[in-house]
């Protein structure tokens, strides 16, 4: 059955439109939405599909989704907007002020190599129960008693599982406040962006349904019992569980590395104020020179997680095409300082990436670049 596709384009950007609809017609897509600012306003704002196939309730333009790492760089966002402000520096130890975080060597690890994934705090070694997850103080607590899973800024490992947890505790204790507040309150408001670290109640009957997490789908991870995808993800278990993906308790988690909730429109609208270096409609988050530095390679190497050569910036993984991050499942947000864009693209589905590239490759053509094949 062919699917409806709402919103608009501007003229020049219809192969959006196109590239979208091919995403439901030949690659799966059953509910999601893409995104695209350029030059600081929105050129294309489509969704189709099914918000809840079970119910046929539609996808619209203020549904929310589950956009697991596509949630990083909001993360980020909050402690680099602090370290603009001047009250956190990127070169001080972590533990100036996260005391307990000098455990177990971890004494000189700096602010820097939280946001660039070089600490080593790839996972937790002590086993947890599922609860776990929803207990931010339990979860720091074992952060900062971990021990570096290699020496520290020798390598760079994606913190898959808790990259939110680790700068968002920097964050807490800088401001007295949760990172899901402070984004919301210092990010999000001021930006207007449809997007949630700790959903509120009220919220969550615009959330989509997330399926497509079934055995299949896990097995496509690598998730292989012992392996490192499983020893970083798989601790607390849960995180490829449908039950857990749709619970109200996860929604209204902060779990800032994988369980932001967001529009493709607020993911869009968040790289295209960054790519016009940090203001966006006479709004500035953070200065120009922080944004060109988070976007530039402050470590590069094999990725000891993914197992590819990748470059990481501060909070954002970048390809010769700009910076942003993918979400496991398929989501995608990404900018580009030179072209002045911003493109998001989320979905329900659980599966790859190639639905937002096959759209994100129509904006490429638009607008004369090249895409990374790493990207």
Known sequence: MDTDIAGRCEPGFESIRAA???????????????????????????????????TQRPWTSETLVHVYSVTKPFAALCLLQLVDGGRVDLDAPVAEYWPEFAQAGKSGIPVRWLLTHQSGLLGIRQPLPREAIFDWDRIVACLAAEEPWWPPGRRHGEHALFFGHLVGEV??????????????????????????????????????????????????????????????L?????????????????????????????????????????????????????????????????SSGVDVLLGRPLDWGLGFQLESDGFGLGGLGGALGWGNLEHRFGFGYVTHRMAGHDRAMTVYQALADILGFEVDDGA
């Open 234 to 298: 798989g601790n607390p278990p849960g995180l490829l569980d449908a039950d857990l993906a749709n619970s109200g308790a996860w929604r209204r988690a902060e779990v800032p590395a994988v369980n932001g909730h967001g529009t493709a429109h607020a993911v869009a609208r968040f790289y295209g104020g960054l790519s016009l270096g940090g203001a966006l409609d006479g709004v500035r988050i953070v200065s120009d020179g922080l944004v060109r530095e988070a976007a530039s390679a402050q």
């Open 20 to 54: 979208f609809h091919r995403c439901f017609a030949e690659l799966g897509e059953t509910g999601g939405a893409v995104c695209v600012y350029h030059d600081g306003r929105p050129v294309a704002d489509l969704w189709g599909g099914m918000a809840d196939p079970a």
């Open 171 to 232: 964050v807490r204790r800088v401001t007295g406040q949760s990172l899901g507040r402070y984004l919301r309150d210092e990010i999000a408001g001021p930006w207007g962006l449809d997007f949630h670290v700790g959903l509120e109640q009220t919220a969550e009957p615009r959330c989509a349904r997330v399926v497509g997490m079934d055995d299949d789908w896990r097995a496509g991870l690598g998730m292989a019992p012992g392996s490192l995808s499983e020893q970083a």
